[in-house]
């Protein structure tokens, strides 16, 4: 074997390893929790949603609705930062007439997160938890019939943070 078969052979070998590579971080790039419905964890505010309150943990609450709407859920919300506006969590809730319809969906849903971004990573009081670095995906159907089906996307350096602006802003009152 010549001495330019064996370099063509080594380039081949590398072209190889660098695309296997390459494809492994296009796979994992679409297993990486960024957000739903349109919107980014991280993100700030969009002006068009609309503000609904500050909640009892000093989260902003915002309704919005998504340009693709899902065919399970009926209202999406987003918790934000009290004074930066960042998004920390997106909730997707839908009313079923019974627990029943809302296990079925729940049973698809977990399926599709599944294909989308690997196996459940663990159980919280069964509910399926998906997890990357600081971020999670959650997805139950809770407390009939007030809540229904709910599937909620996190970030929880985001969320502490949320809690520590809002520290910030009583802070002086104590």
Same mark, same amino acid.
């Given at each position: 074997m010549g001495a330019s078969s064996i370099? %063509?052979?080594?380039?081949? !070998?590398?072209?190889?390893?660098?695309?296997?590579? &390459?494809?492994?971080s296009v796979a994992y790039a679409e297993n990486e929790i960024v957000g739903a419905f349109g919107v980014r964890l991280g993100d700030a505010i969009d002006?068009?949603?609309?503000?609904?309150?500050?909640?009892?943990?000093?989260?902003?609450?915002? !309704?919005? %609705?998504p340009d693709k709407r899902h065919e399970y859920f009926s209202e999406y919300t987003v918790l934000a930062t009290i004074k930066t506006k960042i998004i920390f969590r997106i909730i997707a809730i839908h009313q079923y007439a019974n627990k029943e319809a809302c296990h079925g969906r729940r049973r698809i849903l977990r399926v599709a997160l599944s294909k989308k971004y690997g196996k459940a990573s663990g159980l919280t009081s069964f509910i399926p938890v998906w997890k990357n /670095?600081?971020? #999670?995906i959650l997805l139950n159907c809770k407390?009939?019939?007030? !809540?229904?089906?709910?599937?909620?996307?996190?970030?929880? /350096?985001?969320? %502490?943070? #949320?809690?520590?602006?809002?520290?910030? /802003?009583?802070? /002086? &009152?104590?």
């Open positions: 370099a %063509t052979e080594n380039c081949m !070998k590398i072209l190889a390893l660098i695309l296997a590579l &390459s494809l492994s002006e068009r949603m609309e503000f609904v309150e500050q909640n009892d943990k000093g989260a902003l609450v915002y !309704k919005f %609705t /670095d600081n971020r #999670a407390g009939y019939p007030e !809540k229904g089906l709910q599937l909620e996307y996190l970030d929880k /350096d985001l969320e %502490t943070r #949320a809690m520590e602006e809002k520290a910030d /802003d009583v802070k /002086d &009152s104590l």
